[in-house]
């Protein structure tokens, strides 16, 4: 894949978005290039999910732009886009990895299906190598290919994860949204999922936004963060920057409000 | 109102002629012009209530009555027979409300309705073939809600369909659909060519004849104009294919139309005859019986 | 791709006024200066050794030339590509690209992440420039061995070793892309002798080699080993 490493992937611009009298998102502003890793902390109710969701198209922002740089469109305004024009010029290039991952799989069809529908989506028609294709990143997310024609409803929470987290990267899309991904694992299920996340990160060059309200996750995962509060960004930087030298009041407050055994 | 539908043929019992009012097959003929446009796409339309339940072909006889004229002729099959129950009763109905001549004969017939298969007889142009279809979307195994299958259909977003098919595959070494054999109409629609079998599927492909779809409980009528292309799905790999028998017809020997299984006495001894059964008759006639 | 080399003559890294200071809100606000009027320069070839007693943002100072703390005034010059980049006003991107290539950080203990293998640890930042696994495995091991690290621990992580052997980790991390400006704290604070002794070393030669080096060293031999001069970093009075 050989991508313009000067140009961002995305660029939010002045995002608003309110329900009702609720103000959810104020002039929200980032910039994401390839092969970078950003987190956005924050408590619930601090609006990131809210964003992450915006930025994916499951909701209509009231004010403000998403840039997405396409592979052949140039640059589209995903906030004004229908969902046939979303469907052609994003294609499989934007990934959605849901916390729950129930929410992100086909449960009643067999884990190789889950792997390769995206691959049909995108138009491949040859069985034989859309099974392998889905047989090799089985293997890449540590799932044992033995159990491709498995449906994932039999799998454990940590399996169904690392399968959402196959189906949505087997196209190898410019962007990938994560919500919360470890949430809800026992922690050595998570740790294991955070290592496998950090390697195909580095190994396919992806961009990543990833929600979590797990600082722990932000340090190992993401090259800057984003601090947000009740809809806007009070803080942001290098994470190491950001986690050591916390400018803000909230931000300390959440910095020192982990737990450091 | 006009003047005409005072002069309505009326037949036996006060009905209009083939039982609908003239302002109802206006509204189906109007929703079957629609579904010719547009080859393939599913058209709502208001289904009128029949005297015959959900479930017996009442959307293929909405599409009859809208179509059918007094000089027609027509031919009503069920699973290939004109013998059967039903499609005796729809025989007669028409008969009844309409006058028309009626036949068992495919290469006589004007219009044909047929409920799970396509006759082994090539259609000519100008003969018109209306399906009765129980399920008219093909999606639905997939997703049950309609707003979500009229979105992949404006879409074109089938990659799930062949889901299944892999499944099929995955699970048993190839695709196991014997019969609704999914469809692509016109390189656009996806399209669910009623619970015909496999076999019959390549005759859909370019007829001459126009090939129509009624769904009466679902409300949708759907169209193959003629000489359109219909492409069963498969895989590069693993072509669409159809099924073949390792007897012949037991009555006329034929050995490449749909058979079926008869069960002749209680020691369970079988017997295969083709379903179609204006076929067999023909080829019987024509000597070439056992 | 190989790391930047300074040109000769201007400094590999300067600072301008720079000042850093603290403010703890959750104690009502309590603002504090540790750095104030810091003007360094240091060339290639040279190894700067911070001089100030305990407390007085000797660690602070490294850490804001590293860009991890943010300082609150100046300018902090760091030379790639023959351009000088302020790291002060950079944004984060440039930010990473200058750690990625340039500048280099050696921190006083090892911190990574539980479950990586010691020589993929050490063999990462060469991945980062773009090398490939096998190439940047292979540089791991040399230094490693140059270390003394022995091979058994290379395929382990390094949670469980001795202070000494993560404190070899971290140094042969720290080296292996042959950044021309190294920040170091404490190169040698848990090594035993022989093993600093091949630190030293190692730094030596780094230095000879035209890296320029900040360091901070408590240890006497250790310092007049390496030093070519010392830098004073003063004690500020806390303000109110």
Known sequence: ?261 | ?290 | MTASTPQSGLPALETRDLAKSFTLHARDHLSFAVLANIDLAVHAGECVVLDGPSGAGKSTLLRTLYGNYRADRGAIFVRQDGEAVDLVRATPRQILALRRRTLGYISQFLRVIPRVPTIDIVAEPLLALGIDRAAARAKAAELLERLALPHRFWDLPPATFSGGEQQRVNIARGLIAGHPILLVDEPTASLDATNRATVVELLQEARKAGKAIIAICHEEATRAALATRLFPVPLKAQAA
């Open chain 1, 1 to 261: 894949m050989t991508v313009d490493l000067e140009q961002p992937v995305l660029e939010v611009r002045g995002l608003a978005k309110s329900f009702g009298d609720r103000r959810v998102l104020s002039d929200i502003a980032l910039s994401l290039w390839p092969g970078e890793v950003l987190a956005i902390v924050g408590e619930s109710g601090s609006g990131k999910t809210t964003l992450l969701r915006a930025i994916d198209g499951q909701l209509a922002p009231d004010d403000g732009e998403i840039l997405f740089h396409s592979r052949n469109q140039g640059v589209v305004d995903l906030a004004t886009l229908s969902e046939s024009q979303r469907r052609r010029v994003i294609g499989n290039d934007l990934g959605y990895v849901h916390q729950n991952p129930r929410d992100g799989l086909r449960l009643d069809l067999s884990a190789g299906a889950n792997i390769g529908e995206p691959l049909l989506q995108a138009g491949m028609r040859h069985y034989g190598r859309i099974r392998q294709v889905a047989a090799d990143w089985l293997g890449k997310v540590e799932i044992d290919a033995a159990r491709i024609d498995e449906p994932p409803i039999r799998f454990s929470g940590g399996m169904q994860q690392r399968l959402q987290i196959a189906r949505n990267l087997v196209t190898e899309p410019r962007l990938v949204l994560m919500d919360e991904p470890t949430g809800g694992l026992d922690v050595s299920v998570q740790a294991r999922l955070l290592d496998l996340l950090r390697r195909l990160v580095a190994d396919l060059d992806l961009a990543v936004v990833i929600v979590t309200h797990d600082l722990g996750v932000a340090r190992l995962l993401a090259d800057r963060l984003m601090v947000m509060q009740a809809g806007r960004i009070i803080e942001t930087g290098l994470t190491d920057q950001v986690l050591d030298d916390p400018h803000q009041p909230y931000t300390q407050l959440l910095v020192s409000s982990v737990l450091q055994l």
């Open chain 2, 1 to 290: 109102m006009n003047a005409s539908m005072a002069k309505a043929d009326t037949t036996a019992g006060g009905y209009n002629f083939a039982y609908l009012d003239e302002q109802s097959k206006r509204m189906i003929r109007r929703a079957i012009l629609k579904a010719v446009a547009i080859p393939g796409y599913q058209v709502p339309f208001a289904g009128r209530e029949m005297p015959l339940p959900y479930g017996w072909g009442t959307g293929g006889i909405q599409v009859t009555a809208s179509v059918i004229g007094r000089d027609d002729i027509l031919k009503v099959i069920d699973q290939g027979a004109d013998d059967t129950t039903n499609a005796v009763s729809i025989r007669k109905f028409f008969a009844k409300t309409a006058g028309v001549r009626t036949t068992t004969r495919t290469t006589e017939a004007s219009l044909i309705q047929t409920r799970h298969r396509i006759p082994e007889t090539p259609l000519k142009a100008g003969q018109i073939i209306v399906f009765q279809v129980p399920i008219p979307e093909p999606l639905r195994w997939l997703e049950p809600r309609e707003t979500m299958t009229r979105r992949m259909h404006a879409l074109a977003d089938y990659g799930p369909m062949y889901l299944k098919l892999y499944e099929d595959i995955a699970r048993f070494g190839r695709i196991t659909t014997a019969y609704d054999f999914p469809t692509v109409v016109n390189g656009r629609y996806l399209m669910s060519p009623s619970p015909i079998p496999r076999l019959d599927n390549p005759k859909l492909n370019r007829s001459p004849a126009l090939q129509l779809f009624g769904a009466g409980r679902e409300k949708r009528i759907y169209a193959i104009p003629p000489h359109t292309s219909v492409k069963s799905l498969d895989f590069e790999d693993h072509p669409f294919e159809t099924e073949g028998w390792s007897h012949l017809c037991a009555r006329c020997g034929a050995a490449d139309s749909f058979l079926d299984e008869l069960v002749i006495d209680d020691r369970g001894t079988r017997r295969y005859v083709c379903s179609d059964t204006d076929y067999c008759d023909s080829r019987v006639a024509a000597g070439s019986g056992r």
